[in-house]
């Protein structure tokens, strides 16, 4: 691991480091917030995943999430959001596939199989990464994330309920086998097979049997993706039948930017320290 920059904010430390990752293939790069609090001993972790087009970068410039997470004590992650580099496929003239556009999940497709492995990027070989090198408690982690980041929280949270205390969304992309600018994802990463989705398909996941304490999720109601990519009610339902708790929140007026997540980050953040506050072992 190789650190890139660093630079004290609210007493902590904002980092960001990149590493040769074996699972994508290629440097990978990412952001960690250290508390103040670190100094005293392993503080408990929060996993940002980014969504469409983003980088670690974008939530760390325009999240707003340093001075809170400071007051909490909590490790903040964030990792990239696809494979990158000349090697690394791509399609470049369609956003919603290839470069920043990951969708958090082992592509089983040629020619993305390779490299497209965000999957077990995030949810084993960064994960040990970040154990090894910096002062998180790993038994008490919660993870949470913005629209392709939000579909991320969501299906890595219902598939490792034992790993995770908490898990937030904003604006989620909840049903991806249903959503136009995501179904072609699943097909393109991981075949025309539609049960082999439904590992990353949050609704598909609960009415599975998945389960996981409870979630809350901030939608704003002038989302201009609302209708067509989002459906908060597909997963409010799913949640429902399945007696899962879930707080969704409509904020009216709020779309899609981080405008809107900087707004709610604070309450994200305190969600998540509740649920992180106490120590095992």
């Excluded at 405008?259 to 072992?281: C, E, K, P, Y």
């Amino acid at each position: 691991m190789k650190t890139v920059s660093e630079s004290k904010a609210h007493g902590g430390v904002q980092g960001v480091y990149a590493h040769d990752a074996a699972t994508t293939g290629c440097e990978m790069t990412f952001a960690v917030f250290v508390p103040p609090q670190a100094t005293d001993g392993p503080c408990p972790v929060v996993w940002y995943l980014s969504g469409l087009t983003c980088t670690h970068q974008n939530v760390m410039d325009k999240g707003e999430y340093r001075r809170m997470a400071s007051e909490l004590g909590l490790v903040v992650v964030c990792p990239d959001t696809s494979p990158r580099g000349e090697l690394i496929h791509d399609e470049k003239d369609n956003w919603q596939i290839g470069t920043g556009a990951g969708f958090y999940v082992d592509a089983t497709q040629e020619p993305w199989a390779k490299n497209y492995r965000m999957y077990s990027y995030v949810t084993d070989e960064l994960p040990k990464l970040v154990a090894g090198q910096f002062p998180v408690d790993m038994d008490r982690q919660g993870i949470f994330g913005h629209s392709m980041g939000g579909h991320g929280a969501l299906t890595i949270a219902l598939s490792h309920p034992g790993r995770f205390r908490a898990c937030s969304a904003f604006a989620p992309i909840v049903s991806p086998s249903t959503a136009d600018w995501a179904k072609n994802a699943l097909e393109t990463y991981l075949g025309p097979d539609e049960t082999a989705w439904r590992a990353h398909d949050a609704c598909a996941l609960v009415e599975d049997g998945a389960k996981f304490l409870e979630f809350l999720i901030d939608q704003g109601d002038a989302d201009q993706f609302l209708d067509e990519g989002l459906k908060p009610w597909l997963f409010e339902e799913a949640c429902r039948k399945s007696g899962i708790p879930l707080t969704l929140r409509m904020q009216p007026g709020y779309d899609h930017s981080y405008n809107f997540i900087s707004t709610f980050m604070d309450d994200h953040l305190r969600w998540h320290a509740a649920r992180l506050a106490v120590q095992t072992g």
